[in-house]
């Protein structure tokens, strides 16, 4: 279906859908300074095929959703925990939307900073997961889920500028932080580049995510009492989100599988998405045969 704009929470959010609304909802969150394309069209079909209602869309300060306002100092956002706005606040967002699109509850689906907010959004709205998978993300724990020194100094770079540098900078930041077990599709990860520039590229809203994220709480203690079933996916080889962060998810919510995968980086190959696909089928199916049970 065509984008569309949702007035939520005194903003807009840019969002999309795959499929009938008849199918299972599936509302999927994207990470850090990344659009909702990101989630690629051909994996949001398959999913819709799969008997899914797949719902995607911009978090606000990235794509076509609103801009926000405010000044960062990431140190002092680290130190004491402020931040023009928080996670809890984008979790708001997702709630709202879904609200807004008629749909009571959803198997929520978040990558990186996407699963953080997807985690905040079981914390926060509980009524509102029907399961959570988390992607290549972490319990906000600041001692696990460490990014390499490497990748670090990626994500703290100089924005680029103009089109031609902001594509050039995307395929070398995935070949740094993309999966060394799989091949690297460069001609995807452009195409996604240029695509993402002509629907509109934000580096001040970059850094207010990344104030959100550095000044968020360890949610671990809050995801022991999430009560619906869970997966977990990592990949082994993650410089951005070390392992370590999905392996203390899993261990904070009592229903969880995990799925750490061999040679994946800090990115989705298209090697993987069956295995994703079948990962998150099985998780809805738990949910509902819990449901019924209940």
Request: charged share 25%.
């Amino acid at each position: 279906m065509p984008e569309k704009i949702a007035e939520v929470n005194g903003i807009q959010l840019c969002h999309e859908t795959f499929g009938s609304p008849d199918g299972r909802p599936l509302l999927m969150i994207m990470g850090l300074a990344s659009q909702m394309i990101w989630w690629d069209d051909e994996l949001c079909e398959n999913l819709a095929a799969e008997g899914f209602f797949v719902i995607r869309y911009d978090n606000r300060d990235a794509g076509r959703s609103s801009r926000m306002t405010g000044r960062v100092n990431l140190p002092l956002a680290y130190t004491l925990r402020t931040a023009p706005y928080s996670l809890a606040d984008m979790a708001g967002d997702a709630a709202g939307l879904l609200t807004e699109l008629g749909v009571a509850s959803a198997h929520v689906v978040g990558a990186s900073m996407g699963g953080m907010v997807a985690q905040t959004l079981a914390i926060e709205y509980p009524s509102r997961v029907r399961s959570l998978t988390s992607i290549m993300s972490t319990t906000g724990n600041r001692f696990v889920g460490r990014p390499s020194a490497k990748a670090m100094a990626m994500l703290l770079s100089a924005p680029p500028r103009g089109r031609d540098e902001y594509v050039d900078s995307l395929v070398r930041t995935f070949r740094v932080i993309g999966s060394p077990g799989y091949p690297f599709d460069e001609a995807r990860m452009r195409e996604r580049a240029e695509r993402s520039f002509e629907r509109g590229i934000n580096p001040g809203g970059t850094a207010r995510q990344l104030a959100a994220i550095v000044s968020s709480r360890d949610r671990f203690r809050a995801l022991r009492k999430v009560d619906v079933p869970a997966l977990v996916v990592h990949g082994s080889k993650d410089p951005l989100v070390h392992v370590s962060g999905g392996r203390a998810t899993a261990r904070a919510l009592r229903e969880s599988e995990v799925d750490i995968v061999p040679g994946m980086g800090h990115d989705l190959p298209r090697a993987i998405w069956p295995r994703l696909t079948r990962g998150l089928v099985r998780t809805a199916d738990r949910a509902d045969v819990k449901n019924r049970r209940a």
